[in-house]
């Protein structure tokens, strides 16, 4: 059985249950937020961070491993590229969406989202304003650059490129942002064809559940 102990809000633990959906696999979800002090999660989870995979009694932390680790285990419909160079590619394309572009796109859905809903405090709009116009910008540019004109962001079908860069994205949704299309055409066609497939769909459906439980707790 796998269990991932993590919050499905987070866009790390969106990307190994999206992976986990993707394939097929059965799962459990644990609710516990990132930096809980309770001491049996930091035994699995030592720098406190979401989501920690445990499978038979294995855990391992970190998404990107826990990505790579399913992919292992569970090779069908695989996420990595057969590929060396598409598989580096599609793994730098994670690591840009796990850094960069998640800095801009999350750090939009704390302050818009977070803050007021779950901190009760307003924006910060100075922090706001940077991420509108400086550090989305330069992460959109660069995703621009590299979406192709049709298909995946790696030819040959989804890969952890994909799952990487959407969950992203689908965390700005909650900060209410759109990608201008006029501004960003390729990424606007990439995630209309995305967002409309039913494995997003019924990830965000069963987000809506999650964070209605969570506002009433």
Partial sequence: MIKVHGVSLSPFVRKVLLTLEYKGIDYELSPVFPGSDDPEFRKISPLGKIPVLEHDGFFIADS?????????????????????????????????ADSRLVEALAGLFRQRFFRPKFLGKPAEEDKVKELLEVTIPSALDYIESITPNEGTLISGGVSIADISVVTCFLQAQYADFEVDGKQYPKIKRYLDIALDTDLVKNRLANEQKDLAKMMAG
């Avoid at 990107?64 to 160079?85: G, H, V, W």
């Fill in 64 to 96: 990107s491993c826990i990505c790579r680790y399913l992919d292992n285990t569970f090779p069908e419909k695989s996420i990595y590229p057969e590929s060396f160079q598409d598989d580096a590619r599609a793994s730098w394309l994670e690591e840009f």
